[in-house]
Nanobody
C-alpha cells in the first residue's frame, strides 16, 4: 500500500489542523491505519489508529480528547483532526498502514507495513 500524507503547517497554540492520508493499493482495506509523530531528537511515537473495516479507534493518552482519527472509504483517505494544539504537539507526522495481524491497540513501529512521508506540524506558543 502506498500512502501520501498532507495537511501540516504552522498554527498557534489552541488552534486546529487536519491531516490527510491518501491510500492506494488493492489490499489496503485489510490494514489498520494510523498516525505517528516524531519530534526532533525523539523517537517516533504512536498517536492514533483506526480499523478500516470496523471503524474502531485507539489513541495515545497524550492526544485523547483533542485528536480524532477517521476514514472515508469512498476517498480511500484517513484523517487526523487535531484540536486544542499544544507546542509539545510539534513534530513530523507520519501516516502508517499496519500488517494484517495488527490491531488498533497493537499498532506500533514494529507492526507498520508501510509509511507515508512526514508532514510537519509546528505549534507556536
Amino acid at each position: 500500500v502506498q500512502l501520501q500524507a498532507s495537511g501540516g503547517g504552522l498554527v498557534q497554540a489552541g488552534g486546529s489542523l487536519r491531516l490527510s492520508c491518501a491510500a492506494s493499493g488493492r489490499t489496503f482495506r485489510s490494514y489498520v491505519m494510523g498516525w505517528f509523530r516524531q519530534a526532533p531528537g525523539k523517537e517516533r511515537e504512536f498517536v492514533a489508529a483506526i480499523s478500516w473495516s470496523g471503524g474502531s479507534t485507539y489513541y495515545a493518552d497524550s492526544v485523547k480528547g483533542r485528536f480524532t482519527i477517521s476514514g472515508d472509504n469512498a476517498k480511500n483517505t484517513v484523517y487526523l483532526q487535531m484540536n486544542s494544539l499544544k507546542p509539545e504537539d510539534t513534530a513530523d507526522y507520519y501516516c502508517a498502514a499496519g500488517y494484517p495481524w495488527a490491531t488498533v491497540q497493537s499498532l506500533g513501529v514494529s507492526t507498520v507495513y508501510s509509511w507515508g512521508q512526514g508532514t510537519l506540524v509546528t505549534v507556536s506558543s
